[in-house]
T-cell receptor, first 115, second 112 residues
Framework: NAGVMQNPRHLVRRRGQEARLRCSPM?????VYWYRQLPEEGLKFMVY????????ESGMPKERFSAEFPKEGPSILRIQQVVRGDSAAYFC?????????????FGPGTRLTVL | RKEVEQDPGPFNVPEGATVAFNCTYS??????FFWYRQDCRKEPKLLMS???SGNEDGRFTAQLNRASQYISLLIRDSKLSDSATYLC?????????????FGRGTSLIVHP
């Protein structure tokens, strides 16, 4: 059973370009969470999705950031017009139910560098 | 006060030592607690859940003190491989979407 997969593992963009980060949850998991981790910082929640639904996006910046989890295919975190401050590690996690006691399994992360 | 606070460390201990970390949380309605481990430039991995009665897994013991709103992690007989950052995670009981809040982590360095 493959774990949570993320790609690309490393992404370099110039300021103003778009970044697309993909996350495939573990088999049987229908809940996906995206987190951002800045150097020397903790993980910050961004958005929680189920298939075709955004459940909670309270941690997502209002502008330039969007996320989706289509019926088929991976979840996508999209950052438009990237700025240097977007440079960070972006982790995706998945779980079976999204309940409070449910374990989240993390992917290896995508390290975004904005030049 | 931050929602979840941890001493960032680093805690420098020799092999075989016993070390303990605390994590305080501000939301008294929090319902679920976890410790994760994160190695440098890797993803967090679940170490253990924290139950009200306390729980033990080999050399690791987790405790919850609801009255004082903190959880703890005790590591006995430290190994070099225990060197990592330990993240405390708290999940609220209300709000509907059970969004976890992560502490910034406590760094542990075990030396020979």
């Amino acid at each position: 059973n493959a774990g949570v997969m993320q790609n690309p593992r490393h992404l370099v963009r110039r300021r103003g370009q778009e970044a697309r980060l993909r996350c495939s949850p573990m088999k049987g998991h229908s809940h996906v969470y995206w987190y951002r981790q800045l150097p020397e910082e903790g993980l910050k929640f961004m958005v929680y999705l189920q298939k075709e639904n955004i459940i909670d996006e309270s941690g997502m910046p209002k502008e330039r950031f969007s996320a989706e989890f289509p019926k088929e295919g991976p979840s996508i975190l999209r950052i438009q017009q990237v700025v240097r401050g977007d440079s960070a590690a972006y982790f995706c996690a998945s779980s079976t139910q999204g309940a409070g006691t449910d374990t989240q399994y993390f992917g290896p992360g995508t390290r975004l560098t904005v030049l | 006060r931050k929602e979840v606070e941890q001493d960032p460390g680093p805690f420098n201990v020799p092999e075989g030592a016993t070390v303990a970390f605390n994590c305080t949380y501000s939301n008294s309605a929090s319902q679920s607690f976890f410790w994760y481990r994160q190695d440098c430039r890797k993803e967090p991995k679940l170490l253990m859940s924290v139950y009200s009665s306390g729980n033990e897994d080999g050399r690791f013991t987790a405790q919850l003190n609801r009255a004082s709103q903190y959880i703890s992690l005790l590591i006995r007989d430290s190994k070099l491989s225990d060197s990592a950052t330990y993240l405390c995670v708290v999940i609220p009981a209300s709000g509907g979407s059970y969004i976890p809040t992560f502490g910034r982590g406590t760094s542990l360095i075990v030396h020979p």
